[in-house]
């Protein structure tokens, strides 16, 4: 069975220092590995996506994930936080013949002036 | 704007009623899927179809149907509510069948609450 674990329900950083969410997963075959981003009141929009090519994945609005086979870990990363990515974030996998997408918990992020 | 359009925003309903909630998927997308969001259990996918034909079934309860149409639009049919019933519904959509290099692209969500 597939799982993703969120570590962190809620992560509270000052404006311009290091954004770091964590997400670690569980998958009998090779995952796709995904982070949604979703603002008050709006849907889920993706931030980033891995799919077997380039371990170091970046996305939008400057921030990356890096896969981990071997720590089974998809961690997103952005070095400078903004007012602006205060939200909650999503991490999700899928894999194999398994269409749907298996999420994690969400982390709401808070972002302090 | 992702494309996904969902109607109707807010539903208001009383337990033991029957509603409906609509989804057009992204122009030229094949796949759409529900997922159930709530404070309890999270994001859960519910169901997928696939140009017409059910593909996956999640954690859907029988008193929850849903179909795809010829013009791709679909309806998510939700029966007997109960109060647990109440949450976030999205749908999403995807070219493919397949997630390998397709994302989905998430609607706005229809907000249900039972009374």
């Known amino acids: 069975a597939q799982s993703v674990t969120q570590l962190g329900s809620h992560v509270s950083v000052s404006e311009g220092a290091l954004v770091l969410l964590r997400c670690n997963y569980s998958?009998?075959?090779?995952?796709?590995l995904f982070w949604y981003v979703q603002y008050p009141n709006q849907g889920l929009q993706l931030l980033l996506k891995y799919t077997s090519a380039a371990t170091l994945v970046k996305g939008i609005n400057g921030f990356e994930a890096e896969f981990k086979k071997s720590e089974t870990s998809f961690h997103l990363t952005k070095p400078s936080a903004h007012m602006s990515d205060a939200a909650e974030y999503f991490c999700a996998m899928s894999g194999g013949s398994n269409y749907k997408l298996t999420f994690g918990k969400g982390t709401l992020l808070t972002v302090n002036p | 704007d992702s494309g996904v359009t969902q109607t109707p925003k807010h539903l208001i309903t009383a337990t033991g009623q029957r509603v409906t909630l609509r989804c057009s998927p992204r122009?030229?997308?094949?796949?759409v899927y529900w997922y159930q969001q709530s404070l309890d259990q999270g994001l859960q996918f519910l169901i997928q179809y696939y140009n017409g034909e059910e593909r996956a079934k999640g954690n859907i309860l029988e008193r929850f149907s849903a179909q795809q149409f010829p013009d791709l639009h679909s309806e998510l049919n939700l029966s007997s509510l109960e109060l647990g019933d109440s949450a976030l519904y999205f749908c999403?959509?995807?070219?493919?069948?397949?997630?390998?290099?397709?994302?989905?692209?998430f609607g706005p969500g229809t907000r249900l609450t039972v009374l």
């Open positions: 999403a959509s995807s070219v493919a069948e397949t997630l390998a290099y397709n994302e989905q692209f």
């Open positions: 998958s009998s075959v090779p995952p796709y």
């Open positions: 122009s030229g997308d094949l796949s």
